[in-house]
């Protein structure tokens, strides 16, 4: 499985799927998060740091570019928002060639270029009705298996109001 489209009624559906990512994602993982404003990318993000144990504030990374986050149990996840920056070099300054980060989830990747990793995992959200549609892509082994995973565990299927299926788009 290399891709697959879900409908995300509403927002508990959105943590839900934040939620199950967590859970089932490999060590290190890298996603990439595309969507305008106010597609839930934020939320999404947040929902999935509650999930692998983050405490106290989650803030947005619009201002600051980068947050830092211990994950229990070790490692480290970094929430980055790149909206507000014009070119990728300026990423420079925030040492991210240096990151031993755990997880990458990364808000317009597009504006980072060659200065970010390569991603397991895109996700498109985007504005669909009253709720929101979420376009999950692997894009390295470690992604397919971790979309293959949750697709036999049928955990997806049990998302709020939703229903998955495997993308055409990609041949997959």
Not at 89 to 100: C, I, K, Y
Not at 109 to 125: K, N, Q, Y
């Amino acid at each position: 499985m290399t891709g697959m489209r879900l409908q995300l009624d509403n927002p508990e559906a959105t943590e839900e799927l934040g939620a199950l990512l967590a859970a089932h994602q490999p060590v290190p993982a890298v996603v990439f998060l595309h969507g305008d404003l106010g597609a839930g990318k934020s939320t999404l993000a947040r929902a999935w740091l509650r999930a692998l144990g983050v405490t106290g504030a989650i803030r947005s990374p619009t201002y600051t570019l980068v947050e830092h986050y211990p994950l229990p149990g070790g490692g480290l996840a970094m929430h980055l928002d790149l909206y507000r920056i014009g070119a990728a070099g300026e990423l420079e300054f925030l040492a991210l060639e240096d990151a031993e980060a755990t997880l990458w989830l990364v808000e317009w990747p597009e504006r980072g270029g060659d200065a970010l990793p390569v991603p397991d995992l895109e996700i498109a959200l985007a504005i669909s009705g009253t709720g929101r549609a979420a376009d999950l892509a692997a894009t390295t082994p470690a992604g397919r298996g971790w979309l293959t995973r949750l697709a036999q565990k049928g955990q997806l299927r049990a998302l709020p109001e939703s229903s998955p299926e495997e993308s055409a788009a990609d041949g997959g």
